[in-house]
């Protein structure tokens, strides 16, 4: 997949997870969230990438979005 293309479906489902008050300031995932959106998946450090994976992708799986987990 192209990385430019998940970042941005990605920012997307972000920020459709914010608006739905889904994810808030605090909330473990918010500081990667707000990273993803402000400069894209890849920017995100190994450690933080695992923290996605066990943070984020519940809740975006919660909420019916599909999630893809190319971690390149």
């Known amino acids: 997949m192209d990385p430019r ?3 941005t479906e990605l920012q ?11 994810l ?3 909330a473990p995932a918010f500081p ?6 402000r400069q894209g998946f ?4 190994w450690k933080q990438r695992i923290a996605y994976l066990n943070e984020m992708v519940p809740i975006l799986r919660g ?5 893809g987990l190319d971690c390149d």
Do not use: C, H, T, Y
């Open 12 to 22: 997307e489902r972000i920020r459709a997870l914010l608006l739905k008050n889904k």
């Open 32 to 37: 990667i969230a707000m990273q993803i959106i």
């Open 5 to 7: 293309k998940f970042d």
């Open 42 to 45: 890849q920017s995100l450090s």
């Open 24 to 26: 808030r300031e605090g």
């Open 63 to 67: 909420q019916g979005f599909p999630v």
